[in-house]
């Protein structure tokens, strides 16, 4: 979506900036705030979403309906063109509602299917298979490219294929993933009951010091990482102007290098433990958000995004199986992951808005890179004063 809305918004229609509600904006810091808004509804939604998905015992259901909202989504940008450009960033919107809204569910399922010695290798395991059906995707749209270079089509066609792609796989999940057993307990009112059963799972928390802070931790880094991930390609086109080629390019490398990352981190921190390799990855991002400030030339690029991988794979995974074996027992598990979600969503949206706000600002995001280091530097270090609580309860 990146290369192919650039070039879409790059033509002298748009030299004055993308109109919306009266004001014209860069077309990445639109993009940003559209996605930006669209975690604001996942968070909105979870609450509710996971409440009565745990009261009726029905999660696959919801990761059903949101999965093919994603999938319907994203196959209709087939029809986005410089002529409805709205239209393709509510399309974007819409298919990250879906794809977020079903992760909330997908995660849920982790406590379930894994023994806790096991939920670092599974959760891992995960993003391995997420990662290569994603280059095998982009080598296809890759292909296409290559085929007709000249064509908007082939950048068209991959949006359809990808939503094909997208029903198609998610068939085995849906199949073989357990029912869900109904949690058992009371619901007055299941709109309002999500809050209330959020607040519940955060009054848990208050209780785990442990866990407490690996939150506040996890959100601070989130704010970095899930920005980069969004934002990379941008970054690529406007500060470099590197061709469409060149960026599938690079969004394979950083596929196939993650997969390394979420198996490499799982293996470390079966040695190191959890807490001290998620302070080696993010002590990592600090040093290629510094990097990317600098960086000028495309070889410069393909080398921070291999590196962005590596990073990338291993601290989504191990945040997730993290999370997983800190939280207490209990069957509310949609209830819990819904928590881990809007907490992770809502670093999103605090790192798009920011990322988003000082491109306008300042005409350059290398500017909103280098900002991106104050939210590692403080992730870094609330998770060394993680695991000294971790050490001091040993003890105790």
């Known amino acids: 979506f990146p290369a192919y809305y650039a070039a879409v918004t790059s033509t002298d229609k748009f030299k004055d900036g993308i109109n919306f509600l009266g004001r014209n904006f860069v077309n990445t810091e639109l993009k940003d705030y ?25 999660k696959k259901s919801f990761m059903r309906f949101f999965c093919y909202l994603g999938a319907l989504s994203c196959s209709l940008m087939f ?12 399309m974007l919107l819409m298919a990250c509602v879906g794809f977020y809204g079903s992760q909330v569910f997908y995660n849920s399922y982790l406590p379930e299917i894994a023994a806790e010695k096991d939920i670092d290798r599974i959760s891992a395991r995960g993003y391995t298979f997420g990662y290569i059906g994603s280059v095998l995707m982009q080598i296809i749209g890759f292909g296409l490219v290559i085929a007709m270079p000249d064509s908007a089509l082939p950048l068209k066609l991959t949006f359809l ?22 949690a ?71 596929q196939v290098v993650a997969i390394a990352g979420a198996i490499g981190m799982s293996r470390l921190s079966a ?44 601290v989504q995974s191990l945040s997730r199986s993290t999370y997983a074996k800190l939280m207490p027992p209990t069957k509310d598990t949609a209830s819990f992951f819904s928590f881990y979600d809007i907490t992770e969503k809502f ?25 991106l280091v104050v939210f590692f530097a403080i992730g ?10 971790s050490k001091r309860l040993a003890q105790q």
């Open 271 to 314: 040695h190191w433990g959890n807490f001290q390799v998620l302070m080696l990855t993010v002590a990592l991002w600090i040093c290629l958000c510094i990097g990317g400030y600098f960086m000028q030339t495309e070889m410069h690029f393909y080398i921070l995004a291999a590196l962005v991988g590596l990073v990338m794979g291993g």
């Open 347 to 371: 670093a999103i949206v605090i790192g798009l808005f920011a990322f988003g706000f000082i491109e306008g600002a300042t005409g350059s995001m290398r500017n909103s890179i280098l900002a």
């Open 34 to 58: 559209f996605l930006a808004f669209a975690y604001i509804i996942i968070i909105l939604l979870s609450p509710i979403l996971s409440s009565i998905a745990d009261y009726k015992g029905n």
């Open 380 to 389: 870094f270090i609330l998770l060394w004063f993680t695991i000294q609580t």
């Open 184 to 254: 058992g307990t009371e619901r007055k009112n299941l709109l309002t009951n999500g809050f209330h059963e959020l607040q519940k799972v955060w009054d848990q928390i208050k209780h785990m010091p442990v866990l407490k802070r690996f939150l506040v931790s996890f959100l601070f880094y989130s704010m970095g990482v899930q920005t980069v991930m969004l934002v990379a390609i941008d970054f690529g086109i406007k500060e470099l102007q590197l061709p469409d080629t060149n960026l599938i390019i690079t969004a394979v490398i950083i």
């Open 79 to 90: 029809f986005f063109d410089e002529s409805n450009v709205l239209f393709g960033l509510f």
């Open 161 to 182: 294929l990808v939503g094909l792609w997208w029903i198609g796989f998610a068939q085995i999940p849906f199949k073989r993933l357990p029912r869900s057993q109904p």
